[in-house]
Structures are given as structure tokens and as C-alpha cells.
Nanobody
Framework: QVQFVESGGGLVQPGGSLRLSCAAS????????GAWYRQAPGNGRDLVAH???????HYADSVKGRFAISRDKTRNVMYLQMNILKPEDTAIYYC?????WGKGTQVTVSS
């Protein structure tokens, strides 16, 4: 059974940076579109970014210019580099590919 394990979340001050990682138990990110979603308290799960099999990317307007999605196909890992973090970025972040979700990692942006 394919599993994703997210890591890299934590508490950071506004303006700071974090890099999230999503490690897959099998080779998957080279074959399928990968994505990061987030869910803030009281809200639904929203798309943050996609990375397609041709390495093109798509971002939610709220994170454009601040976040970058990437993947290491040889290590079966997908990343989300988050810069200039804002309090409204506070959420649980989930990785997703081919119908499979990770369990999430908490990101809290607060002074």
C-alpha cells in the first residue's frame, strides 16, 4: 500500500520560511501529478500547488511568488518551499497524488 509521509512543518514567525517534504513509499511522483493542499481550522481543503509530469507547475493565487513546488523523482520525494510566510498560511498541509493523501503536517505562522 502506497503511503506518503509529510515532514517539515512547525512554528515560524511571519516572513519566515519552511520547506515541507512528502516522502512516498514507492515511485509515484515521476508518473503522476503531485500536489500540496492545505486546510485551515473551519475551512475546507484547498489546493496550494500542483506539479505535473512535465514539471510544469500551478499555484493558488494566494501563494504565487512565495511558494515553490518541486520533486526529486529518484528519491520519491515532493517538496514545498514556503517563503515570506503569513499568518493566513497557518494550516495543516497535505500532499496528494493519484488518489492518495498523506496524513498532513501542521504549519503555524505566528509571532
Amino acid at each position: 500500500q502506497v503511503q506518503f509521509v509529510e515532514s517539515g512543518g512547525g512554528l515560524v514567525q511571519p516572513g519566515g520560511s519552511l520547506r515541507l517534504s512528502c516522502a512516498a513509499s514507492i515511485t509515484i511522483f515521476s508518473s503522476y501529478t503531485g500536489a500540496w493542499y492545505r486546510q485551515a481550522p473551519g475551512n475546507g481543503r484547498d489546493l496550494v500547488a500542483h506539479i505535473y509530469t512535465d514539471d510544469s507547475t500551478h499555484y493558488a493565487d494566494s501563494v504565487k511568488g512565495r511558494f515553490a513546488i518541486s520533486r526529486d523523482k529518484t528519491r520519491n520525494v515532493m517538496y514545498l518551499q514556503m517563503n515570506i510566510l503569513k499568518p493566513e498560511d497557518t494550516a495543516i498541509y497535505y500532499c496528494y497524488a493519484n488518489g492518495i493523501w498523506g496524513k498532513g503536517t501542521q504549519v503555524t505562522v505566528s509571532s
